[in-house]
């Protein structure tokens, strides 16, 4: 599986997750599974 693309909180696309977690967000990382052709969303947070 690959990262394709990291974003750092207050990118666009992130809206959403700064609300939800606040300053506890790290980064949201999105993976490329060749395999099944879909991409997965990750995020990254210390909690």
């Known amino acids: 599986m690959k990262s394709r693309l990291n974003l750092k909180p207050g990118q666009r696309g992130t ?3 700064v609300e939800k977690y606040g300053a506890a967000l790290l980064y949201v990382r999105y993976r490329y599974d ?3 052709g879909v991409r997965l969303k990750t995020v990254e947070n210390p909690t």
């Open 15 to 17: 809206k959403h997750l």
């Open 34 to 36: 060749e395999e099944r």
